[in-house]
């Protein structure tokens, strides 16, 4: 397989990742090369994600078309503007550094003023380059943590300057230091693969609620997803959630009722809260999510929020639409996205509006 090869080197196993995560953070950085259809990708391209065994990363899409793939036409990875690219340069300065950099500086390199910069990065992430790099901070004590390290040591080499810095916004971690110190033993999910009219559909559930729900997924992507938690297919409680879920597939309307086990960034989850207000058999732009939240300039992030969505149907992002009315893109197919808008409308609430 080839590796990626860049300014930025990222390797194979955290570009896999950025691929199903489909982050746009890492737009740029690379591209997805899918040997079985001759074609290169973005690694936040909303298509189907692609066989591990088919995909080989490379640095560009230069490099990607010298082996005989062709841009794809669904996502454009040659297409990435000025503000993208300053974005995602301050990105890779700011993982290099491990801890917040001078937003003076990061302008200054990018050729903008703070302020303007400061809009565009939160515009593309949905955090300030200050609070992105507090959450990079977080995110590496986790991974520390999980591989079995010392709490104090790992908050120290996170670049936390004191672990009251760490336990002050722990929680955003979705459990407990002492949790991740044991590579998040304890946490058991149960899953299971159905049969429905709309294909093959994956849930998973915590003992809190539904933590995934996708289509056309297997055992491998919990894996890729949850890679410390104690899988277990099936089980007597988990069958009656799920038979809750597969009923509100088949007919959508609310599923308010339906406990969920979702975290993310505090932009991300204030955008999920908004997409579950969205009625049944109405659909908002991603404008209208953006301003919904109180960050109007930033319809971009919204739509990497909407994209970041763990639990489809249930936080129903196939309601989240473009500002001309076109359906977009949905991470399963967009004729999967038609049929759930559809089955809405036909539905007694749909049709009562």
Known sequence: MNAVMSADPIANEEAWRAVLARDRSY??????????????????CPARHPRRENVHFFA????????GLRPCLRCSPDDVSRDERAVLMAIAAIKAAGQPLALAGLAADAGYSAA??????????????AAYARALRAERAAEALSSGGRVTDA??????????????????????????????????IRWAVVRTSLGQ????????????????????????????AELVEGGQAFAALLQEVVAEVEAPGTAQHIPLDVRGTAFQEAVWQELRKIPPGETRSYADIAAAVGKPNAVRAAGSANGANNVAVLIPCHRVVRSDGALGGYAYGVEIKAELLERERQSPRGKAR
């Open 27 to 44: 737009d740029g950085r690379f591209v997805t090369g899918v040997l079985s259809t001759g074609i290169y990708c973005r690694p936040s």
């Open 60 to 67: 560009d899409g230069e490099a990607a078309r010298a082996s």
């Open 116 to 129: 303007h910069f400061q809009r565009l990065f939160t515009r593309a992430t949905g955090l300030s380059p």
């Open 155 to 188: 908050i120290y080499d996170a670049g936390f300057n004191a672990p009251s810095r760490f336990y002050a916004g722990s929680e955003r971690l979705g459990m407990a230091p002492s949790a991740w110190a044991n590579g998040g033993k304890g946490v058991t």
């Open 201 to 228: 559909m994956q849930v998973a559930a915590t003992d809190k609620g539904v933590c995934r729900l996708s289509f056309g997924e297997g055992r491998e992507a919990l894996v890729v997803r949850f890679p410390h």
